[in-house]
Structures are given as C-alpha cells and as structure tokens.
C-alpha cells in the first residue's frame, strides 16, 4: 500500500477522535497524544478474521465481540455472539464496565477499520486494555472467512491450509448469509498457518 494512504489512515482517524470526541468529565484521559499515536503506529490493536474466526469456531468463552456500527445495522447483521455499543454511546458510564476489565478479550468491529479503531483509540486514552480491533471489520470478514476464494496456486501449502481453514469455519460460522457495506476495506495477512503434516519414512524392518 502506498505510504501516504497508510499515514492518512493513521493520523486522519487520530485527528478525528482528538478534535471530536467531548471532553470527558467523569473520568481523565490517561494517554496523551503523543503516546496513543505511538499505539495506533504499531498497530498492536488488530486482531486477525482469522483469529477470531478460530476462536469463535472453538466457542473460546474469553473473547467479546463489540458491534460499534447502528443498532439498526447490528439487527440486520452481527458477528455470532457480539453485543451493540454504538461508537456515540462508548463514553456512556454504563459500558465501562464492559470496556474497562481484565477477563474478556474486547473485539471492536464495524464494517471497515474506522469506526471500530476509533471505539478503540478513545477506550486506550481512557487507560483502557484488553480491547482490540477487527482488521478489515465485517467487509474483510465477508471476503475471507464467509466467501473465501481457492488459492491460485496449487502449490502453496500455506495458502491451502489457510484457505482450507476458511472453508471449514465458513460452513460452521454461515458462510455466505452476511449482508454488509462496500466501503474499503483493508487487507491483511492472517497469522494463523496450520503445521504440515510429517511424511512417513519409507521402508523398515
């Protein structure tokens, strides 16, 4: 990707929670701009389609999914298992319950990046931890895990294992029933690659 248009995606969405967010006051901010920029440049905040496709897959009772898009939009499609806390409602003192614990593993998602990623700048700023973001939101979703293609190459194992995965957890996940926006989205690579087999060795006593 151009180096611009990921710069643009990291200071335009830091730029927007900075100026547009109301001042908080119940509660101080416990990151500056500085430090939370340091954050959003390493990008430890996405998690995977893949990661979270394997753990819904294995029914992992630590993981919380976080709708930010509409209530209307939630009704119409939602992640197994996620709950509704609109982007406008994620300051409200009756989700910091939620959003501010050390036992579940918050996943924001809205269909792309932006919405979700902003829900998650403005929880890190709070001092919040444990929440983390959907990379690509429920458009990469769609694209890999409910609509995955067959790798052009018969020959790479990694992206027949991968692609193979998808497959197995779109049948168990519905496969092909989401509905969600065209806006952009960003691809990433999964970081879940399955062990090849060991072959057997020939001959023997």
Known sequence: MNMRLIMASVFIPLGVIIAAVPENTTKQ??????ELLNEVTDG??????????DMLVQKDPSLQLIDVRSQAEFEKFSLPGAINIPLSAILSGDNEDILDQGVKMNVFYSNGNLKSNEAWMITRQLGFENNFVLQGGLNYWAETILNPQAPKSVLADDEIAKYDFRKGASQVLGGGKAVVSSSTTTKVKPVIRKKKKKKRVAGGC
Do not use: H, M, N, R
């Open 44 to 53: 430890t905040q996405f998690v995977s389609t893949d990661e979270i496709a």
């Open 29 to 34: 901010y416990k990151l500056d701009a500085v």
